[in-house]
């Protein structure tokens, strides 16, 4: 990886995605050789976004225990090993629609049915109706997976 990236975990929920992404960017071997950006060789900026603020607010405090140092005037974290720069910012939706947000990656994990929670929440069992499972959630993973498709820059991936 060389140069900058900008990624989107669009359903970020407490950051546990957000934060292997980054885990994952800087596992990677970095070209020394090209495409130099300011002080360090590549930039990963990461932004999280999630429909529930008080997940987000997870993320936030869980950014130092993962080696992210968060700047409060500006609510961005940043993490620099070797010759990478990584940046973290939650966002919601209303500052992700600037027209020159446009990301490199969007990663959408749609909303389940809350199944693989069951071990840890038992009660969310009761919760769940089968109606539910099988008619509105892919509706709603449709529409979700539209809406974050918006995001992706031509030649992007989502």
């Given at each position: 990886?060389?140069?900058?990236?900008?990624?989107?975990?669009?359903?970020?929920?407490?950051?546990?995605?957000?934060?292997?992404?980054?885990?994952?960017?800087?596992?990677?071997?970095?070209?020394?050789?090209?495409?130099?950006y300011?002080?360090?060789?590549?930039?990963?900026?990461?932004?999280?976004?999630?429909?529930?603020?008080?997940?987000?607010?997870?993320?936030?405090?869980?950014l130092?225990?993962?080696?992210?140092?968060?700047?409060?005037?500006?609510?961005?974290?940043?993490?620099?090993?070797?010759?990478?720069?990584?940046?973290?910012?939650?966002?919601?939706?209303?500052?992700?629609?600037?027209?020159?947000?446009?990301?490199?990656?969007?990663?959408?994990?749609?909303?389940?049915?809350?199944?693989?929670?069951?071990?840890?929440?038992?009660?969310?069992?009761?919760?769940?109706?089968?109606?539910?499972?099988?008619?509105?959630?892919?509706?709603?993973?449709?529409?979700?997976?539209?809406?974050?498709?918006?995001?992706?820059?031509?030649?992007?991936?989502?």
């Amino acid at each position: 990886m060389s140069g900058s990236i900008r990624i989107l975990d669009y359903c970020a929920g407490n950051g546990g995605k957000t934060f292997a992404i980054s885990s994952a960017v800087f596992g990677r071997k970095i070209d020394s050789e090209s495409g130099e950006y300011g002080d360090t060789t590549a930039v990963a900026n990461i932004v999280s976004h999630d429909v529930v603020d008080e997940r987000l607010r997870q993320i936030k405090g869980s950014l130092s225990r993962v080696g992210f140092d968060l700047d409060k005037a500006t609510s961005i974290a940043e993490c620099i090993q070797d010759n990478l720069k990584c940046t973290l910012q939650t966002a919601d939706l209303a500052e992700l629609s600037d027209s020159d947000t446009l990301f490199d990656a969007v990663l959408v994990d749609a909303p389940c049915s809350s199944s693989g929670v069951l071990r840890r929440r038992p009660s969310q069992r009761w919760l769940m109706s089968k109606e539910d499972t099988l008619q509105s959630l892919p509706n709603l993973q449709l529409e979700i997976i539209q809406k974050a498709a918006a995001f992706v820059k031509e030649g992007g991936v989502l």
